[in-house]
């Protein structure tokens, strides 16, 4: 064999599909790492990649933001608009839980990444990611463990169990090519201690060291060469104002930093104009008028009128006893998540900038070797973080 030949097979054409995980830690804000020793995630963004942060689409919660993540599309796009279902004609509504299992609900025109692998030949697992439970175009993740009610989300022993069967079962002994893993923690701690707490610290040690065991059992399966773990979340959090001097923003009926009207017939204009102007930290839109930053108006789900407060304030607080939320801005530090990344086709040790988390789905795309569908993101955004600059073999550009 002739040495220009050599080169050619050990250059970035040489690239065989690597294997990926994806892990949300919901809750995981950008900078829970500072006043936490946390050196599973040091050593990982010493091996990888670290971005400063990243930017979640607006609203920032939980099933949304997450079906961003899986798709690439903005929440106007994909129309997953909140983490609850309801109808405005029966006054129907389902929680976060009951939500999952609305096909039509998920199944809204956007496909999320595990189908499209699937489509194209891959093998595909989740464990109690958002949307696991749904069905998409008539499919379902092949392999998929769907997170059980009332399920315990901080215990410790279950996160390891969980990381076993993904490692050993799904990675090793099913050859899966992509999963994707959740984790309900630090949300929950956050929401109820506030991200100033030493209880929210306590997660972030546990997050922490469940980092570290991914990692360690990836390597006890010898699937570090061939392994790129992404691990990311929804969502930050911020602490709620409270007590004496605060002016609390209070409407019937809306709770939380943001909420959604449906005002009766011929009353639209009223409704509007006693709610603009209400509380000077209350922001009011009219559907068509939502700042287009956002992406957050298009959708015939979200309904005419918008409100949302600004960082701190709930709507009602009076009713609602969390020290922590998330929901607001999407422009609000608070509001944004890590990112980091690990394996054989990231960087190591190196520290980018922020970016939103559209641009996820086309790294993950073509980290997989997979045709993405339609999305709001681009690969030219996260590129930098892929030895070769994430370079194709195909000159048509292909994948
Ligand atoms: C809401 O309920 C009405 C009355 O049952 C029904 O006609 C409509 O299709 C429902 N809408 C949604 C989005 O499920
Ligand atoms: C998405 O949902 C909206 C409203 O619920 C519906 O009108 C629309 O037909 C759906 N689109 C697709 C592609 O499923
Ligand atoms: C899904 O399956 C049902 C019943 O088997 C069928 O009527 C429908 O056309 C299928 N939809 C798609 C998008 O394949
Ligand atoms: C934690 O999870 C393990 C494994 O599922 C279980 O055996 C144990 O009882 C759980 N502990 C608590 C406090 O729920
Ligand atoms: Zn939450």
Avoid at 177 to 191: A, I, K, N, Q, R
Avoid at 234 to 256: Q, Y
Avoid at 272 to 287: D, E, I, S, W
Avoid at 368 to 395: A, Q
Wanted: charge should be negative; hydrophobic fraction near 35%.
């Amino acid at each position: 064999m002739n040495s220009d030949l050599m080169l050619f097979l050990v250059g970035p054409c040489s690239k065989v599909r690597n294997k990926l995980l994806l892990v949300s830690f919901d809750g995981f804000r950008w900078d829970y790492d500072r006043d936490v020793d946390t050196p599973n995630l040091d050593k990982m963004a010493e091996d990888g990649v670290k971005a400063a942060y990243v930017t979640p689409p607006y609203l920032t919660i939980t099933s949304p933001t997450h079906f961003t993540l899986l798709t690439g599309r903005y929440i106007e796009n994909h129309g997953v608009i909140h983490n609850m279902w309801f109808n405005t004609t029966t006054q129907e509504k389902k929680q976060y839980y009951m939500t999952q299992f609305v096909d039509d609900y998920w199944d809204n025109g956007s496909l999320p990444i595990w189908i499209t692998a699937q489509r194209q030949g891959l093998k595909t697992g989740s464990l109690h990611f958002p949307g696991t439970a749904a069905t998409y175009r008539n499919k379902t993740i092949q392999t998929r463990q769907v997170e059980p009610r009332f399920y315990n989300h901080t215990n410790e022993t279950d996160w390891r169990q969980n990381v076993d069967k993904v490692m050993g079962d799904w990675f090793k002994t099913q050859d899966l090519d992509f999963v994707s893993l959740y984790f309900g923690e630090p949300d929950e701690t956050g929401h109820k201690y506030g991200p100033d707490s030493p209880e929210r610290r306590d997660a972030v040690r546990k997050v922490d060291r469940t980092v570290g065991y991914i990692r360690e059992t990836a390597e006890t399966h010898g699937l570090t060469d061939h392994l790129n773990i992404i691990i990311t979340a929804d969502h930050g959090m911020t602490t709620v104002f409270r007590g004496d001097g605060v002016n609390e923003i209070i409407l019937s009926k809306i709770p939380g930093p943001s909420g959604m009207l449906l005002p009766k017939e011929g009353m639209l204009e009223k409704v509007f104009r006693t709610l603009k102007g209400a509380h000077p930290n209350l922001h009011v839109y009219k559907k068509e008028d939502m700042p287009a930053r956002l992406h957050y108006s298009k959708h015939p789900r979200i309904l005419p009128i918008i409100l949302y407060a600004d960082k701190g304030y709930v709507i009602n607080g009076v009713i609602q006893y969390n020290k922590g939320e998330h929901g607001f801005d999407n422009n609000v530090l608070d509001m944004k998540p890590f990112f980091r990344a690990v394996g054989p086709d990231f960087h190591q040790n190196l520290v980018v900038g922020p970016f939103e988390t559209v641009n996820v789905y086309p790294l993950m795309c073509h980290l997989l070797g997979i045709k993405p569908e339609l999305n709001d993101g681009s690969l030219d955004n996260t590129r930098h973080l892929l030895l070769y600059g994430g370079e194709s073999c195909d000159p048509k550009g292909g994948f």
